[in-house]
């Protein structure tokens, strides 16, 4: 396809859907109001006409797939013979699925905690520095660019060349100049999850942070002001005020960092794809889409693992907009 | 300023240091993808200003080139690139004697010819008898080499090693699936704040649900289904407008939730007053709530735009992995496995991909932590 022809269908891409609201609901206004039996009519098939879009596509790429995907997590690797439990038994005895089971485990763990904290500390020092919001900015970046890219980045860092040569990578540099051995990070089992981590850890900090500091700024100077007078350091302000009067803010962040780090894939993929045990579900998952032609019962199966990591979330989060809703 | 106290100092300096060590992945990928590959491949970044020791190995032109010159045969020629700037130190005709000869030395090979090399590379081969190899001898060098910037890498990476054509393509999938979860979004968020019809405040708790649905739960039916598509319209299985889809699908809970957040906001009055004159739901939200929400849309439009510009999943599903459909992320995991040695192409390639992200992130920061603290969820 030539990049015309790629231009052309993203903007007839584009158009049909402007073109779709614009028309009917041009037809309907020179339908409509005219006596109150057709007003009612058009205000009936407006809420159809302005729906419709969203509904369909929210029915054909969430809620079918969600049950199209229970259903076949129960059916052979072309989705065609019941096989009961089978995929379910499969996964509890694959060692490879508790390996993923176990490093997601760790990596929900250590992501979103390291994560909070970090952002916490640093909304916190950054808000009383006059040069913090340039810190901050700086801190916030790695947010805006893509995991492969940050993978890439990093990859750099933890290059590994052979003992006789120079190392190009920051890491294995400073720990040759320390006077230690190379070493290939990505390659030692257990403790390469960790270097992926640090990965994730430094992009979602800065999203940590960002809403801390906006959270920050709701708690009443006069507290902090008071609490100041009365000697109190700034290490106890931080434990005794701050932490308490974000509790709620800190369990969103921790909670939104769980989510994202639930699904992680891109990282793993582009640094280890799985290999040297730094597999997770969704790692393993894309592996069973397409290992031997495709296995649809078994990605099944480990996709609803991931979604039972949610679910609690999922449960959590109707709970309060119920809560909401009787106000 | 306030008086300069010893924890104000230490918070700067723990401030200091995490800006460092923040900063630091990303400034060596920059540094790197400008710097010559040669020296890349053979120094850390961090020596970039300094003057950098080379070894390498190069064969001098054949049989053809030979003149005959003051008795002699000679065949002349240059080792480096013009304008390289690199000195040779000393140099060796033996792979174990690579410092074995210095400038102004004459080597004598095995067949007893000559050769003599200042230190810009420049080589003069000689010998009494005419010259019967067919390919040039090998010349062992040691060159100290300055500090090289150079754009050759983006040139490289750009126009051959395809990412510019997966920039076109990333541009392709991510503005169709920015644009139209927006369009239809803005009107379904519309219906659930100020429209009345039956089933309204169950489809607002799908909505909510839907937020935190691991898009892994959609990968395999809706592969599935365009597979079907595909094969019941004899088209693709895989193109553009799946991939607008896919991304309009899992991009529709948050923008439809934060939407409808602050269209909630807004004044009920002007919306009842506007009715009462007689416009339609349609004109209301031409002319009232689309002015109105021109913050929330940049906002939204900017979180959307960069999950689908930086998403590597949708694009590796969803798309042939072929040269017109491949995306920057896809194509960068691609080269991490092909060319993952040769940083100069990595490091640029990530770079190019970080280009718009970076401006974005720059130019409208204020929007993308509005859409974010606003509560982006997704799943």
């Known amino acids: 396809m030539t990049i015309l022809n790629l231009l052309f269908i993203v903007f007839l891409g584009i158009l049909f859907f402007i073109a779709y609201f614009h028309i009917s609901n041009y037809l309907l206004d020179s339908y409509g109001g005219k006596s109150v039996k057709r007003y009612n009519i058009e205000n009936s098939i407006r809420v159809i006409v302005f729906i419709a879009p969203a509904f369909i596509v929210l029915f054909v790429f969430i809620l079918y797939p969600v049950f199209e995907t229970i259903r076949l997590s129960f059916y052979d690797k072309f989705g065609r013979e019941f096989v009961g439990l089978y995929n379910y038994k499969w996964a509890v005895n694959d060692p490879e699925f508790r390996r993923s089971i176990l490093n997601n485990l760790v990596w929900l763990l250590v992501v979103p905690t390291l994560s909070t904290f970090f952002g916490l500390v640093i ?10 919001s340039i810190a901050k900015s700086i801190i916030f970046m790695p947010m805006a660019i893509s995991f492969v890219g940050a993978g890439v980045i990093w990859k750099f860092i933890y290059e590994y060349r052979g003992p006789d040569n120079t190392q190009i990578g920051l890491l294995n540099s400073i720990i040759v100049s320390l006077g230690y051995e190379p070493q290939a ?59 308490p009067y974000l509790e709620q803010t800190i369990l969103v962040i921790w909670t939104l960092i769980t989510i994202i780090v639930l699904r992680i894939f891109d990282i793993i993929f582009a640094m280890t794809n799985g290999e040297w045990q730094t597999g997770v579900l969704a790692n393993l998952m894309y592996d069973w889409m397409f290992r031997g032609g495709g296995d649809s019962g078994r990605g099944s199966v480990l996709a609803i693992v991931i979604m039972i990591g949610v679910i609690p979330i999922l449960a959590w989060n109707l709970y309060k907009h119920r809560q909401e809703q009787k106000i | 300023m306030k008086k300069i106290s010893l924890s104000s100092i230490l918070s700067q300096l723990l401030l200091l240091f995490f800006v460092i060590v923040w900063l630091i992945p990303t400034f060596g990928l920059f540094i790197s993808s400008l710097r010559d590959k040669d020296l890349l491949a053979i120094s850390g970044w961090w020596t970039a200003l300094t003057t950098t020791e ?20 000679k065949i002349k020629g240059t080792l480096f690139e013009e304008n390289s700037g690199k000195k040779i130190e000393s140099f060796g005709i033996n792979s174990k004697k690579i410092n074995e000869f210095m400038i102004g030395d004459i080597a004598i090979f095995k067949n007893e010819s000559e050769v003599i090399l200042d230190q810009d590379g420049n080589y003069e081969w000689r010998s009494k008898s005419e010259f019967q190899n067919k390919k040039g001898k ?34 392709a999938v991510a503005l169709p699936s920015t644009l139209i979860p927006l369009i239809i979004c803005s009107f379904f968020a519309y219906s659930l704040t100020w429209m009345k019809f039956f089933g309204r405040d169950t489809l607002l708790a799908i909505i909510i649900a839907s937020l935190v649905v691991p898009l892994q739960m959609s990968l395999i039916p809706i592969l599935s289904i365009y597979n079907d598509f595909g094969a019941l319209f004899g088209v693709a299985a895989k193109s553009y407008p799946g991939v607008w889809m896919a991304h309009t699908g899992f991009g529709l809970a948050s923008t439809t939730f934060l939407l409808r957040n602050f269209l909630k906001s807004l ?29 929330a849309f940049a906002s939204i439009f900017i979180l959307q735009f960069l999950w689908c510009w930086n998403d590597l999943l949708v694009g590796l599903v969803f798309l042939d992995q072929v040269p017109s459909e491949i995306i920057l992320t896809a194509k960068l995991k691609e080269l991490l496995g092909s060319r993952g040695e040769n940083w100069e192409i990595l490091t640029t390639g990530a770079f190019v991909s970080m280009t718009v992200p970076l401006f974005i992130f720059f130019a409208l920061q204020r929007y993308f932590i509005r859409g974010l603290v606003a509560g982006s969820v997704k799943g």
């Open chain 1, 123 to 132: 909304a916190n020092l950054a808000d009383r520095i006059w040069w913090g």
């Open chain 1, 185 to 243: 990070w990505l390659t030692i089992p257990i403790w390469n999850n960790f270097f992926l981590m640090a990965i994730m850890i430094w992009i979602q900090t800065g999203l940590a942070l960002v809403i801390f500091s906006a959270a920050l700024r709701s708690i009443p100077k006069e507290m902090l002001e008071a609490a100041r007078i009365d000697g109190a350091s700034e290490l106890k302000i931080f434990f005794s005020i701050i932490i």
């Open chain 2, 54 to 73: 080379i070894n390498e190995i190069y064969r001098m032109s054949g049989m053809e080139a030979q003149i005959e010159e003051d008795g002699y045969f």
């Open chain 2, 138 to 171: 090998r010349l062992f060098t040691t060159s100290l080499s300055p500090p090289s910037f150079t754009f050759e890498n983006y040139r490289e990476v750009l126009f051959k090693e395809g990412i510019g054509r997966a920039f076109v393509n990333t541009m």
């Open chain 2, 267 to 295: 004044p009920n009055e002007m919306m009842e007053a506007a009715k009462v004159d007689g416009a339609s739901h349609y004109d209301i939200f031409l002319r009232i709530i689309i002015p109105l929400s021109i913050p």
